[in-house]
């Protein structure tokens, strides 16, 4: 199947690129739920898969919601109003989601049949009363809804967010010199081998679900993921421009450790111990598991890691009865050799 969306000047005008949250949330949640590790993020689902089923969001709002294919719910995705939005921005914009339209998504949802064979796959009554609150009292059911997923963004996303954030702003960034050196339309063209411009319209090929200007506002918005791959998705909700989350550029490399030569001089000034810590960190790991690495006590890896905290070099996220502590681009820059870029 392939849809067309058609553009005027003035859609042209108003195509914009945006980060988005919620986006990474939808994606990494489905990609999750694939019956198969996905090759490219093998480490990351391995790391996350039994945080989930610990804090019992196997069978949560989010399975609910985000079913292993086909339709998802539309009002998980709200319009970002700025190209970078926080996560509390989009969760105060799926809050207030109008009624019609979480019924609207609701009616959608109950009329697919279930997707087989998922790995997170939430019992039919337990999706059924869930999908019921929502009809029945969509703001109570929506507080329920931004609250877990306020639990998932700490266990699966958060420990990693500064390191995801800086490939979707790499790629933004990459897209707008485009843009400038060569124009919006050579940009549209190459963003996945689905997405085909031609003469004024952006047509999707192979495509279940249809995206057309009758369907959707003006403008389209461009959001690169980094869990998206190998597929596009869409989200059509008017008078919100339409949406395309595409495949960041550089996924492959996203897991890749960051540690370097550069490792000699920062310990020069930070000591060996806490650029050490830093070295384990390129993925979110406890105090218990970092002092096991690195032969160093837990009283002395937690002393440490307090003083990194405070100058900015890590930050901490709680991952049931885990504390996981990440690298910052801050200390990413640092462990990177002069001339190279993070």
């Known amino acids: ?21 919620m986006w990474e949330v939808v994606t990494s949640f489905r990609l999750l739920r694939e019956p198969t590790d996905p090759p490219l993020h093998r480490s990351w689902a391995a790391q996350v898969r039994p945080r989930l089923s ?43 989601t109008p009624p019609a339209q979480v019924l609207q998504d609701i009616g959608i949802l109950t009329r697919k049949e279930p997707a087989g064979g998922d790995r997170i796959s939430p019992s039919a009554s337990a999706g059924r009363s869930r999908l019921r609150l929502l009809r029945e009292a969509p703001e109570v059911a929506l507080e329920k809804v931004t609250d877990e997923i306020e639990t998932y963004w700490e266990i699966a996303l958060a420990p990693y967010w500064a390191r995801i954030r800086r490939l979707l702003e790499a790629d933004v960034f990459h897209r707008a010199r485009q843009v400038a050196e060569h124009g919006s339309a050579r940009v549209l063209g190459e963003l996945h ?17 249809a995206l057309t200007r009758e369907e959707a506002g003006s403008g389209l918005l461009l959001v690169p993921s980094a869990f998206a791959w190998p597929r ?39 000591g060996r111990s806490r650029t050490l810590l830093l070295a384990e960190l390129d993925t979110p790991t406890s105090t218990t598991q ?3 690495h690195c032969g160093l006590s837990a009283a002395g890896v937690s002393q440490h890691l307090t003083a990194l905290r405070n100058a900015g070099l890590v930050t901490a996220h709680r991952a049931g009865r885990s504390v996981l502590y990440a690298r910052t681009s801050v200390a990413d820059a640092l462990l990177t050799p002069a001339g190279e870029t993070v």
Not at 68 to 78: Q, Y
Not at 263 to 269: F, G
Request: glycine share 8%.
């Open 232 to 270: 596009v998705l869409t989200r059509s909700v008017a008078p919100d421009p339409p949406q395309l989350a595409y495949p960041a550029r550089g996924i492959g490399s996203l897991w890749e450790p960051r540690t370097s030569s550069a490792t000699e001089a920062v310990a020069a000034v930070i």
């Open 193 to 209: 081998e689905t997405v085909r411009w031609d003469d004024g319209t952006l047509h999707l090929v192979r495509r279940h679900c």
């Open 290 to 292: 970092l002092a096991a």
């Open 54 to 96: 610990g804090a019992g969001l196997d069978n949560g709002w989010l399975a609910a919601l985000i079913p292993g294919h086909g339709f998802l719910a539309d009002f998980l995705n709200p319009t970002p109003t700025t190209p970078f939005p926080t996560l509390a921005s989009e969760l105060a914009a799926i809050r207030a």
């Open 1 to 21: 199947m392939e849809s067309g969306l058609s553009f005027s000047a003035a859609d042209l005008a108003q195509t914009r690129f945006a980060v988005s949250p």
